[in-house]
């Protein structure tokens, strides 16, 4: 029987090996011209040399290492599980589709990788304009537009908002303007001054948001679990507790809601409220008390927020979201024992970016659903305004424990 022989001559293998050393040594030169190349481009000429180097040599150790650091550097790691977030898409996709109306002209600020772009188009958008800051993201986002056959209607700009031109970027004012530039908290990516701006000098004087509104919510909560992940009070033995000021405020992924067992006291309080259509870029300051329906602990004080994509059509971060947004809890300094029917006063204050807290004091509280409640807002050291009603303030008695009132005074929690 005939037998299968691999012929193997000397000639072929000196080839192989001079084309392999060849191939490793431009890899090697292509990877130091991506470590000396700036990155001011936001990283396109440094990925483009390493994906060169790569296509040289597949295996390429250090070409991997640093193509994976670029991405790490200029593609937050919290777009994959946005995108996975159903809940988040699906509320986004029925809200587009219930405002944006055949022939309109769309800006969708924060393109990532083009999903309420193309929602927007497949609403019946005549044209969608798509904002992207990092160039990475923005040629991403182009070809994934592109493989689903709508690059002819949606056109990506690798830019922040702020620095759009209506007559230069964008043909026109804009029908609609759709984001989601929120953080856990709303304020924490600028979103207030970047939607101000886009529409005041983007948009029509009639352009309709997505999302519309906007409500940051506070309540009382007890968790031993989420105290010892932020301030564990021991470890093999030493007492760590000087290391505890550290930890005010506690970020709490999705992957840690189950174990930290945030348990509500009470109900939750508005603390602001935020028209997205027509942005107040105005400080804020706010009084509220926090009152507590069951006995236990608290010990920390946690702000959601509330959004009004649409008309019925709200997302969340609550106790009881599974999206994929985090959740952010300020820690009391103490914790502070509680009975049925006491409050925790608490100063809520913002500059339209930021959010601090300080708990105040602890009372006695008596729950009412329909109460008011002290808010202020500071314009430029001047007083606008303040509500307050008689009747609540003569319901929050000083509490008569004097240990536990105590403990409660000017808790700090700060960001």
């Not at 969608?128 to 689903?148: D, F, G, H, K, M």
């Not at 908290?185 to 001054?193: N, P, T």
């Not at 509104?213 to 507790?241: C, H, I, N, T, Y």
Request: charged residues 25%.
């Amino acid at each position: 029987m005939a037998k299968d022989f691999a012929l193997s001559f000397p000639e072929d293998d000196e080839a192989r090996r001079e084309f392999e050393y060849q191939s490793t040594q431009e890899a090697d030169r292509l990877v130091q011209l991506a470590k000396l190349t700036p990155l001011t481009d936001g990283g396109l000429r440094t990925l483009q040399l390493l994906s060169e180097a790569l296509v040289k040599v597949p295996h390429h150790h250090e070409a991997r290492i640093l193509r994976d650091r670029l991405y790490q550097m200029f593609v937050p790691r919290w777009h994959f599980p946005m995108l996975g977030d159903k809940l988040r898409n699906r509320a986004y996709s029925a809200a587009i589709a219930s405002k944006v109306k055949p022939g309109d002209v769309v800006l969708d600020i924060g393109c990532g990788a083009g999903l309420t772009a193309m929602l927007a188009a497949r609403a019946g958008a005549k044209h969608v304009y798509t904002c992207e800051q990092q160039p990475l993201i923005a040629q991403a986002a182009s070809r994934v537009i592109e493989e689903n056959g709508l690059a002819d209607r949606i056109t990506v700009i690798p830019k922040m908002s702020h620095d759009l031109v209506v007559g230069v970027d964008l043909p026109e004012p804009v029908d609609v303007v759709i984001s989601e530039i929120v953080d856990t908290m709303l304020l924490g990516e600028g979103a207030l001054a970047t939607l101000s701006h886009a529409m005041r000098d983007l948009a029509k004087p009639d352009a309709r948001a997505i999302p519309e509104r906007g409500k940051l919510m506070a309540q009382v909560v007890e968790s031993d679990p989420l105290m010892d992940l932020w301030r564990p009070r021991a470890a093999e033995g030493f007492d760590l507790s000087a290391f505890h000021h550290f930890a005010t405020v506690a970020q709490i992924t999705p992957n840690d809601y189950a174990a930290c067992e945030l348990a509500p006291l009470g109900p939750a309080e508005e603390l602001f409220e935020f028209d997205f259509t027509k942005p107040d870029l105005t400080p804020g300051h706010a009084i509220r008390h926090l009152g507590c329906t069951a006995a236990g602990t608290i010990h920390a004080v946690s702000v959601y927020f509330q959004m009004d994509l649409a008309p019925g059509i709200e997302l969340t971060n609550d106790l009881t979201s599974d999206g994929h947004w985090g959740r952010t809890a300020f820690l009391l300094d103490q914790p502070v024992p509680v009975g049925q029917g006491d409050t925790l006063t608490i100063t809520a204050q913002h500059d339209t970016s930021q959010l601090s807290l300080t708990a105040d004091e602890l009372a006695e509280w008596q729950y009412d659903p329909h109460h008011r409640i002290v808010s202020h807002v500071w314009d430029n050291g001047d007083l606008l305004a303040m509500d307050c009603d008689d009747e609540l303030q003569v319901a929050c008695k000083p509490h008569g424990a004097e240990a536990i009132r105590d403990s409660a005074k000017s808790a700090e929690l700060q960001m």
